[in-house]
């Protein structure tokens, strides 16, 4: 299983699709899709024939990467055809219907598509074919009387019938007011026939007031503004406006994005709230592609920020800032100032990220709306969570986040809610991150993640036969996962500790720290109540038993009758008694003395250890070839009566012995040709520290 990449997390389309759409990936559009007239009639058999409806679902299906290629070439079209070239399409959804597994809007056009005529205001009503994909549909949830907004890089398709024009790649939408609010609809409606279509940017098209609750220090305006007057506002009180001395900050993420393009933002602050801190492998930059350090090198890694504006728009914010590294940005309302778009995120592409947004959707507290009059400034929680957002980066030289004490912005933040691992366990939704505290009883280092056997007191507490839950859960630590030294530094322990696993990611069985997970060290805090997540286990740590359910890389504990000894791999070798060092030389001269390169010194009685491996008879698995490699305890044990006097052992002495409970770790587990399991004995972590914490239990 891989982690690592977003990329390869594609969920969410079917396989067929995607082989079809890496076919259209490499080419241009075929010019048909855009008929000029004289050739319409010498195409028209070809596409009655179902080519265009093949073609339109290939096209609509486009992977993002294509769509820039593709705007480089359609630059031409796009500045005739929609006469705007990073516009912002604004629709009504008049009905909805599907056809060829594509969503068919009939729209009204509100804005952002502008006719050549010289005489602004005379476009007269135009109806619009919107198509979206089923993933996009499906995000979007659109209705009748939803206002929809259309991110470039739609496109226009004039069918040469003279019916309405078709929109294409509709792949950034954002339902801006959803249909339930009776009074956002007649806002809205007025808002609509009032204003006369222009050409004017998305900061001017839309008028931005705070939420009347905050205090007038916070509320700011755009300077573009004052100059600027829409038709619609009889009957609305004129916003207050207020300059601060400063660059004036905005509360939209996206209007400064659209605002200032491609370039740093200049003089352009915008208020979020901080709602993560994390780091990143430093290939996230460019976009999750190979570009991995040497091994050789140490891995680099970037503080990031998850941030969100009180519209509910989030973004990544990366900084190589050294700031970011500690948690004292969480929470708090932030100014960014000095950024950079690195690239447009969507679900397709980025999955984890929108998993980790999809966790704080939705908004605690009601979001601001794009519009005028105060109904259209509070949006209940019937929007559908974003469906794209910008990764921004902070510009070396001009790039600066501050903390603003005391903004309203900061009531959106939303911390890791700590749930007991019983209830991660019993919840079926996957789609979401959780956080937990847990307690670490043995960790194993796999290839290039690292495997954690957690537990805490719920699942300890539970009923054997009763409920079906593990008493443990491996948590797979991703490659992608940053670990602090901190905590990489108690993971070399060879004592249990308890961490705070936030933001993890559920998957079958198991447990997963991914890229934008945390691990804390959870220190013993004396004295404080630490809540009900702190959950410390007040005994011994059980074991599942093995059982036909359990999975390979977890624990289990063993009973069973020895049947059987793997001779071919049973041997011994001598370790020095004083440090154990296992690679003794022999002594020059004394075939029966060794000598330990670590101490320096002649090991005169060496210390013999053994490696055994044991097939067992288990009643929890029968018909089931059950190995275990024993530890050396055990082996003690298990040899201690089978010595003969030439310091062999003798293999029938061993069968029919008892063993266990031993303690062992799922190394493999095969059902073909016949079933077969490899286990290893381990020791689990003692528990280092004599807890004083108790736990409440709901
Ligand atoms: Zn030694």
């Not at 019983?422 to 194993?444: G, M």
Request: contains cysteine.
């Amino acid at each position: 299983m891989d982690f690592e990449s977003d990329d390869r997390r594609i969920l969410e389309r079917p396989i067929k699709q995607k082989v079809k759409s890496a076919e259209t990936t490499l080419y241009t559009p075929q010019k048909q899709m855009f008929p000029r007239t004289s050739e319409t009639s010498a195409n028209k058999k070809k596409l009655l024939r179902g080519g265009l409806a093949e073609r339109l679902n290939d096209l609509q299906n486009r992977e993002r990467s294509a769509i820039s290629l593709w705007r480089h070439q359609c630059v031409s079209y796009q500045k005739t055809l929609s006469g705007r070239k990073s516009g912002v399409l604004i629709v009504k959804i008049l009905e909805l219907h599907e056809e060829c597994t594509i969503q068919v809007a009939m729209c009204e056009h509100l804005a952002g598509l502008q006719a050549n005529s010289p005489s602004q205001g005379e476009v007269p009503r135009t109806g619009l074919k919107v198509l979206f994909t089923k993933e996009t549909a499906r995000h979007l949830k659109g209705h009748p009387q939803d206002i929809v907004h259309i991110y470039p890089p739609w496109q226009m398709l004039i069918a040469p019938s003279g019916s309405c024009p078709v929109i294409l790649n509709t792949y950034f939408c954002q339902k801006v007011v959803a249909k339930e609010d009776s009074k956002i609809i007649h806002e809205v409606h007025c808002w609509d026939t009032a204003l006369p279509r222009r050409s004017i940017t998305l900061a001017q098209r839309f008028r931005f007031r705070n939420l009347t609750n905050i205090s007038p220090e916070s509320q700011v305006m755009y300077s573009g503004l004052t100059t600027r007057r829409t038709d619609c506002t009889h009957g609305h009180e004129e916003a207050k406006q207020c300059f601060p001395a400063q660059a004036p900050l905005r509360d939209s993420l996206l209007d400064a994005v659209e605002s200032q393009g491609a370039a740093p933002w200049s003089g352009v602050g915008v208020r979020v709230v901080v709602q993560r801190v994390y780091c990143l492998p430093y290939r996230y930059q460019q976009g999750g592609g190979s570009a991995a350090p040497p091994d050789s090198d140490p891995p680099r890694v970037r503080g990031c920020l998850l941030v969100q504006d009180a519209y509910g728009m989030f973004s990544e914010v990366h900084s190589e800032v050294t700031i970011l590294k500690d948690q004292q940005l969480e929470g708090k309302s932030c100014s960014l100032m000095g950024m950079k778009v690195l690239q447009k995120a969507t679900r397709g592409r980025t999955a984890g990220l929108f998993s980790l947004i999809d966790t704080l959707w939705p908004p605690v507290m009601p979001l601001k709306a794009p519009g005028h009059g105060q109904a259209c400034e509070k949006v209940k929680n019937h929007m559908p969570p974003p469906s794209f957002c910008y990764i921004l980066t902070a510009h070396p030289n001009v790039g600066q986040i501050d903390i603003i004490e005391e903004d309203p912005v900061s009531k959106l933040y939303q911390p890791p809610v700590p749930r007991f691992l019983k209830e991660i366990l019993q919840t079926n939704d996957l789609s979401t991150r959780c956080s937990f505290y847990a307690r670490v009883i043995y960790q194993r280092p796999q290839q290039r993640e690292i495997w954690l056997m957690v537990t805490d007191a719920t699942l300890q507490m539970q009923d054997e036969n009763n409920s079906g839950l593990p008493k443990t859960i491996p948590v797979c630590v991703a490659p992608s996962c940053v670990l602090s030294q901190e905590v990489l530094e108690a993971l070399t322990e060879a004592v249990s500790h308890s961490f705070f696993f936030r933001d993890t990611v559920r998957a079958q069985g198991h447990i997963v720290c991914v890229e934008r997970s945390v691990l804390l060290l959870q220190k013993p805090r004396l004295g404080v109540d630490s809540g009900a997540h702190s959950c410390e286990l007040t005994g011994p740590v059980k074991l599942n038993e093995l059982v036909s359910v359990t999975q390979v890389n977890s624990i289990c504990s063993i009973q069973g009758t020895v049947i059987g000894v793997d001779e071919s791999t049973a041997f011994s070798w001598p370790t020095c008694d004083m440090c154990g060092n296992e690679r003794l030389e022999l002594s020059p001269g004394d075939r029966d003395t060794f000598s330990c390169g670590d101490c320096s010194r002649v090991v005169t009685s060496p210390l013999l250890r053994k490696h055994l491996q044991v097939f067992l008879d288990c009643p929890s698995r029968p018909h089931c070839t059950v190995k275990v490699k024993l530890s050396q305890t055990s082996i003690s044990s298990l040899l201690r009566f089978a010595a003969c006097e030439d310091g062999s052992y003798e293999v029938k002495s061993v069968l029919g012995k008892e063993v266990g409970l031993l303690n062992c770790f799922v190394e493999s587990i095969t059902t073909h040709p016949a079933s077969c399991i490899g286990l290893e004995e381990i020791e689990l972590l003692s528990a280092g520290r004599a807890s004083s914490e108790h736990c409440r239990l709901p």
